[in-house]
C-alpha cells in the first residue's frame, strides 16, 4: 500500500494551524488562562486527587488542554473525556503503566504501530497498523496494546494532532488465520475500549 507524502510549505502549515485554532473557539487568551483554570477547577471540585495525579503530568497545562482541544473548550465536557480516560486507564492499569519505547521498539519497528513523520492533506497527524507484520513467536497482543497506547498518548501530545485529529489505517495486507488466532477475547474487548475513548480525540479511521 502507498501512503501519500502530504509535507506542506511553512506558510500552508501555519494557515492551517490558525484555520484548526478557529475551529476549536481557540485564541491565545482562552487558551492559557480562562478555560484551563475553569478545568482545573472543575477537576478539584470532583476528581480525587490520587485517581488525577498518578497520570504524571496531569497538573500540567499542556495535559489539560489537550482534553479541552478535543471538545473545543467546553469544560463539562472536557471533563467528562477526562473521566472516561482516566476510567479506561485504571481499568487497565497493567498495559497503561511503565511504557517503554526501549522495552517496545521490535513491535513498533514492526509496525504496530507506524506514526508516519507528516499529515495528511487537511493536517492530521497518520498512523498505521501493518497488521500482516505480527510475528506471534516473537510478541504477543499485550505489547502490542502497550505499544499502541503509548504511540497514541505521546502523538496526542502534538499540536497538529489535537487541532487537525489522527488518521488511522489498519493494513491488513499479509494478514493469516494463525495471526488471527492469536487474537483473544479479552485484547478484542480491551481494543474495543481503547477505541471509544480514542475516537472522542477526532481520530478517523480508515482500512
Known sequence: MDYPNSRQTSEQVTQRMEDAQGDHNETLQNRHEDKIKAFRSRINQTLNNNDFLHLGRADEDAFLLIFLRARKYNVEESFKLLCNYIEFRTKNASVCQNLSAW???????????????????????????????????????????????MSMERLIENDDAQLNGIVIIADFSGWTATQASHLSLSFIRQVFAMFQVSRRFIIKPRY
Open 103 to 149: 522495552q517496545l521498539h521490535h513491535v513498533i519497528e514492526d509496525g504496530f504501530p507506524c506514526v508516519l513523520p507528516y499529515g495528511n492533506q487537511t493536517g492530521a497527524r497518520m498512523l498505521v497498523i501493518f497488521a500482516g507484520s505480527w510475528d506471534t513467536d516473537t510478541y504477543g497482543t499485550e505489547e502490542i496494546l502497550k505499544a499502541f497506547i
